[in-house]
């Protein structure tokens, strides 16, 4: 286990994950297919997000066996420096204060309930998967790449890349859409961005598990009454 600051990306690109990071864009597309194109099939969200997560598990298990040192790369096992736990705690109190921030400014009101607790707790599932796909995988192999290369590149291109996969469950609505495509597009930027820095997926993760009852409670059903 090496801290963030002995954390090293290696020179060249581990095919491997691109391999699996296919497979789950085939996964994830059929899944996504099959839930609203065959309703017979009995498929939700939480179905759906255990079966990424599952899939996820079952790679790191798989790969962790021969190349324990895979798991430090992923940010699964990196200790964390000061820094880089002040800077966590910071992305999680972003996941509270964006969402409520945007959803006062737009709305000129809060509201909170459990509901909001037990929709978070069961997107863990939902945001491990894609944080791991998206900072573990993607972004690691693109900070590998020459084209890539700089503090910037990869978090401003994974930013776009976050923010379009936003518009694939839904269509495009003026003017949710857009705001919301905003929305992940900063937050896909910041994680990746932190994850590059510190090595560590936990916190990016919890991120992920808090601002999405925070973002769908707040923020969504205010930007689809605009316009």
């Given amino acids: 286990m090496r801290s963030d600051s002995e954390t090293h990306s290696p020179a060249t690109v581990d095919f491997a994950d691109i391999k699996f990071a296919v497979v789950m864009v085939v996964v994830g597309l059929t899944l996504f297919f099959t839930k609203n194109f065959v309703p017979d099939a009995g498929l939700n969200r939480y179905v759906?997000?255990?079966i990424a997560s599952f899939c996820c598990v079952a790679y790191i298990l798989h790969r962790a066996r021969r190349h324990p040192e895979r798991l430090d790369e992923w940010?699964?096992?990196t200790r964390l420096s000061p820094t880089g736990r002040i800077a966590g705690a910071g992305l999680v109190v972003l996941a509270f204060a964006g969402p409520?921030?945007?959803a006062f400014i737009l709305g000129g009101r809060l509201s909170f309930s459990l509901s909001m607790v037990v929709s978070g707790l069961g997107y863990v599932w939902s945001a491990f998967a894609q944080e791991f796909l998206l900072c573990s995988i993607l972004a690691n192999a693109l900070a590998r790449t020459r084209l890539f290369r700089g503090?910037?590149?990869?978090?401003?291109?994974a930013g776009v890349v976050f923010g379009l996969?936003?518009?694939l469950p839904e269509g495009f609505h003026w003017p949710h859409t857009p705001l919301m495509m905003g929305f992940t597009a900063l937050v896909g930027f910041t994680v990746v961005f932190y994850f590059l820095r510190f090595r560590n997926l936990w916190p990016i993760v919890a991120l992920?598990?808090?601002g999405f009852p925070m973002l769908t409670t707040w923020m969504d059903p205010i930007t689809r009454t605009l316009g």
């Avoid at 503090?151 to 291109?157: E, G, I, L, S």
């Fill in 75 to 77: 940010g699964l096992t």
């Fill in 48 to 50: 759906t997000d255990i």
């Fill in 208 to 210: 992920h598990a808090i």
């Fill in 165 to 167: 996969a936003h518009l």
């Fill in 151 to 157: 503090a910037w590149r990869v978090p401003a291109f």
């Fill in 100 to 102: 409520a921030t945007l």
